[in-house]
């Protein structure tokens, strides 16, 4: 097990990280607004599952391959980047304003799908937890365990976030969204910043190996 200041350390300095805005988070508050706090907290659901999926890929060394081949790193790149694009163009080209009523199952899948699809696709997470996991772990302990603890340990605060975000964008909602302009302002304001962080994601440098 890990010891109670390491785990102490960990938690400090991955909270700073989750707290970083990213588009998980930008995803999150645009689900929030547009289909109610549920989809919000359904999207932040995605996002856990995707550090656990970037976990899983460390643990099992496919997070190396990432880090140490360019050509690797650079085709998760691209992919991501234009996911995020996609959904950037997509929410701006919509001819329908917000929906404020009740959100449905199919909205939820949508939600769940696109965030695990947003966060398993930048490769810089991937990265992230194969560089930064290790620095906690004891070279005398089962690294697999460890790295799956520290996956964990990082997926619950990432999901405790942005379920709080969730909440919070899903209590405004109706008072953002109670007129047509507003929720055009909103939809314009959410898609043109998922397509600045595809932007961002696309002209970023592999990290230095």
Do not use: W
Not at 101 to 116: E, P
Not at 172 to 198: E, M, P, T
């Amino acid at each position: 097990m890990l010891e109670p200041a390491t785990l102490a350390a960990f938690v400090s300095a991955a909270a700073l990280i989750v707290l970083a805005p990213g588009p998980d988070t930008m995803y999150t508050v645009t689900r929030s607004l547009g289909d109610g706090r549920t989809a919000g907290v359904v999207a932040a659901t995605g996002t856990a599952t995707g550090v656990l999926i970037h976990t899983a890929a460390a643990v099992a060394g496919l997070s190396a391959l990432l880090r140490a081949s360019a050509t690797a790193y650079t085709l998760v790149k691209y992919v991501g980047a234009a996911y995020l694009c996609y959904l950037g163009v997509r929410l701006l080209r919509s001819d329908e304003t917000f929906d404020v009523a009740d959100t449905t199952s199919q909205s939820l899948a949508d939600s769940y799908r696109r965030a695990v699809t947003i966060n398993v696709t930048n490769p810089k997470v991937a990265v992230f937890v194969l560089a930064f996991f290790p620095q906690f772990v004891p070279a005398a302990a089962d690294a697999p365990v460890q790295m799956s603890i520290l996956g964990l340990i990082y997926a619950g605060l990432s999901l405790v976030y942005l379920a709080g975000v969730a909440l919070f964008a899903g209590r405004v909602r109706h008072v953002l969204l109670d007129s047509g302009r507003a929720q055009r302002v909103v939809q314009y304001v959410s898609g043109s910043v998922l397509i600045g962080f595809g932007l961002r994601l696309l002209l970023d440098e592999r990290p230095a190996t």
